[in-house]
């Protein structure tokens, strides 16, 4: 498995209909849609599902496992089980999915899902971190925190990050 699909944070709390659509003011529709074609391009196998989990009180702007909140939006296609979760920004802190990716060779993570600014930046360094190419599909990617999103973009770029766009199959 060279190359795998990270579907990060896709959850009801950030992308569903009840979200505080204030804080999170992106098109969740339209990227749920752009999302769900990334998908459909990569074999259930090589698809994986990075979802926050609160921690004990603290956890910020986390859902907390088991509620509604924490749940996978109805139109997202969730097409296999590879379910990994965190408590942090980097999905990398979670040590099994480290050890996943390693153990299957995975040389290159294509990147969508939110936020652009915090947990797809966080993780994509994490994956550097470990050696591997990271590919954002900015098309698929919601950001609130633009402005970090912004500043980490340079840094990224001098990593070999490759910035893409949505491509319709043909």
Not at 63 to 87: C, D, H, M, Q, R
Not at 92 to 112: G, H, P, Q, T, W
Not at 143 to 158: G, M, P, Q
């Amino acid at each position: 498995m060279d190359k795998v699909l990270f579907v990060v944070d896709m959850q009801e709390m950030y992308v569903g209909r009840g979200r505080d659509k204030t804080t999170y003011s992106y098109d969740a529709d339209a990227l749920i849609d752009a999302i769900n074609k990334r998908i459909s391009a990569y074999k259930a196998e090589e698809v994986f599902y990075i979802v926050s989990y609160k921690k004990g009180l603290l956890g910020g702007g986390m859902p907390k496992e088991g509620t509604p909140a924490a749940s996978f939006p109805a139109k997202l296609k969730v097409v296999s089980k590879n379910i990994y979760s965190k408590s942090k920004p980097d999905a990398f802190s979670n040590v099994a999915l480290e050890d996943f990716m390693r153990a299957r060779n995975v040389k290159e993570i294509e990147f969508v899902g939110v936020d652009g600014g915090i947990s797809v930046i966080n993780t994509a360094i994490g994956a550097i971190e470990c050696g591997m190419k990271v590919v954002f599909n900015e098309e698929c990617i919601g950001t609130v925190f633009k402005d970090k999103a912004n500043k980490c973009r340079e840094k990224l770029k001098k990593n070999k990050v490759t910035y893409t766009q949505l491509k319709e199959k043909k």
